[in-house]
């Protein structure tokens, strides 16, 4: 008998004195993973519950199915008064996903879909490749050693020091006079260490080491993607973050960080080109340090991290293992094909800007980074992830080289590291 698991999304009904009150969309697919064969059926009984789980028996709401874009499959408007559970029977003849939404007509949904996948490893991207990606790549590797010396700057950091770990604060220089900074915890005692290389999901950054990625016995390198030196407090690291968002969009006519560059016509504009590079030559001055083992280097990133994980390991490729949770960046431009991208950052460009951004967006796209990696890769990711989609993800972890991958989906997650937290991965990283 199939097991199954129920999906819950947040509801809001205002009552008449304007205080919120909670309720909840739920689908229950009857796949415990949700995931089908392409030309499957997937039944899913939807309801709305109060915090407590019961049955909400007033207002109206409309449920409906789309493509994983805009085309919608399925739809139904029911009154809660008569009927508290409808059916949705849904199938797909290609491999993807179907969409499923809630949406009240007179009580205030929090919209959050859930997802039904048919043919997960049949997914593929649909972004295309260039035929020379990896000449590019291997080509700028090249030319920022020759052109730019790496100047390492290694600095004590004893505030951020703890039991059994001295951490550093370091930097490394890449292209257009600009740096990389990071932070690095190393073992006190003596000997080789294993290494564990993070980069941190979007946003401000870190301005010290974070918990969820340093180990007591492990040298840890965390990278940030921001191109301003280190920051001693939160405060100042999201003011120094606040300046550089505005400098860059008065630069660039877009609003988020994540899109600068793509418009202007050249490939190495991208805010992302220089600091891919500069994390690339940083993993390999740290992989002859003589305080490491090199052959027990492991990745751990999720989001924007997860994105940077498949640059890296592509582009280092000497990775033991790499362990990435729902990485943004991948397949840009699924969107040009009928399916919801995997990242946002060139669908969401302006009219004007769109047009150029696409030429060069190929060339950052993780899913053809992915074809380059041997590594052994495990991936996580929640089937509600609308921030780095998920068949965009799939599509990556499908695109990987690496004979030994393996892929978590958590029925009901949504962004974020669940996938990872509360299955094996970490576990198999960690385990020599």
């Known amino acids: 008998m199939k097991k199954t698991v129920t999906t819950t999304i947040a509801l809001l009904l205002l009552g008449t004195a304007g205080a919120e009150t909670?309720?909840?969309?739920?689908?229950?697919?009857?796949?415990?993973?949700?995931?089908?064969?392409?030309?499957?059926?997937?039944?899913?009984?939807?309801?709305?519950?109060?915090?407590?789980?019961?049955?909400?028996?007033?207002?109206?709401?409309?449920?409906?199915?789309?493509?994983?874009?805009?085309?919608?499959?399925?739809?139904?408007?029911?009154?809660?008064?008569?009927?508290?559970?409808?059916?949705?029977?849904?199938?797909?003849?290609?491999?993807?996903?179907?969409?499923?939404?809630?949406?009240?007509?007179?009580?205030?949904?929090?919209?959050?879909?859930?997802?039904?996948?048919?043919?997960?490893?049949?997914?593929?991207?649909?972004?295309?490749?260039?035929?020379?990606?990896?000449?590019?790549?291997?080509?700028?590797?090249?030319?920022?050693?020759?052109?730019?010396?790496?100047?390492?700057?290694?600095?004590?950091?004893?505030?951020?020091?703890?039991?059994?770990?001295?951490?550093?604060?370091?930097?490394?220089?890449?292209?257009?006079?600009?740096?990389?900074?990071?932070?690095?915890?190393?073992?006190?005692?003596?000997?080789?260490?294993?290494?564990?290389?993070?980069?941190?999901g979007a946003g401000p950054g870190v301005w010290k080491p974070r918990g969820r990625v340093v180990r007591p016995g492990y040298v840890t390198l965390i990278m940030n993607v921001h191109d301003f030196p280190h920051c001693r407090t939160e405060r100042e690291q999201k003011a120094r973050y606040n300046e550089m968002m505005a400098r860059l969009s008065a630069e660039s006519g877009e609003p988020k960080y994540q899109r600068y560059g793509f418009a202007s016509g050249h490939r190495e504009a991208p805010?992302?080109?220089?600091?891919?590079?500069?994390?690339?030559?940083?993993?390999?001055?740290?992989?002859?340090?003589?305080?490491?083992?090199?052959?027990?280097?492991l990745y751990l990133g999720g989001s924007q991290g997860g994105g940077y994980g498949i640059y890296l390991t592509a582009l280092w490729g000497k990775f033991a293992k790499s362990c990435i949770a729902c990485p943004n960046m991948c397949d840009m431009l699924a969107y040009k094909f009928g399916r919801q991208p995997g990242s946002?950052?060139?669908?969401?460009?302006?009219?004007?800007?769109?047009?150029?951004?696409?030429?060069?967006?190929?060339?950052?796209?993780?899913?053809?980074?992915?074809?380059?990696?041997?590594?052994?890769?495990?991936?996580?990711?929640?089937?509600?992830?609308?921030?780095?989609?998920?068949?965009?993800?799939?599509?990556a972890f499908n695109s990987l080289a690496s004979k030994d991958k393996k892929l978590a989906l958590l029925p009901g997650a949504g962004h974020g590291w669940r996938a990872i937290d509360e299955t094996d991965l970490k576990g198999w990283l960690f385990n020599r």
């Open 22 to 200: 909670v309720f909840y969309a739920k689908f229950r697919p009857d796949s415990s993973n949700h995931q089908y064969p392409v030309g499957g059926k997937a039944v899913v009984e939807a309801c709305v519950t109060d915090k407590s789980g019961n049955i909400q028996k007033k207002g109206t709401v409309e449920a409906w199915a789309d493509d994983g874009w805009t085309n919608v499959v399925w739809r139904c408007t029911i009154n809660l008064a008569t009927e508290q559970t409808v059916r949705m029977e849904l199938s797909r003849s290609t491999p993807g996903s179907l969409r499923l939404w809630m949406r009240g007509k007179d009580i205030q949904v929090h919209e959050r879909p859930e997802r039904v996948l048919f043919g997960v490893a049949d997914i593929k991207p649909l972004t295309p490749c260039p035929a020379d990606f990896e000449e590019y790549w291997r080509g700028e590797q090249k030319r920022l050693e020759r052109e730019v010396p790496i100047a390492v700057e290694k600095t004590p950091a004893p505030d951020l020091s703890t039991d059994g770990l001295e951490a550093f604060r370091v930097s490394f220089a890449t292209f257009g006079g600009k740096r990389v900074y990071g932070f690095l915890m190393v073992p006190q005692e003596k000997g080789r260490h294993p290494v564990i290389v993070n980069v941190p």
């Open 271 to 297: 805010i992302y080109h220089d600091t891919i590079l500069g994390m690339a030559r940083a993993i390999e001055w740290l992989a002859n340090e003589p305080y490491v083992d090199p052959a027990r280097f």
């Open 344 to 395: 946002e950052h060139i669908q969401d460009q302006t009219d004007a800007h769109r047009p150029v951004a696409e030429k060069a967006a190929p060339y950052y796209d993780a899913c053809n980074f992915a074809r380059l990696i041997q590594t052994p890769v495990r991936m996580g990711y929640g089937t509600m992830d609308d921030n780095c989609q998920t068949v965009g993800g799939i599509a």
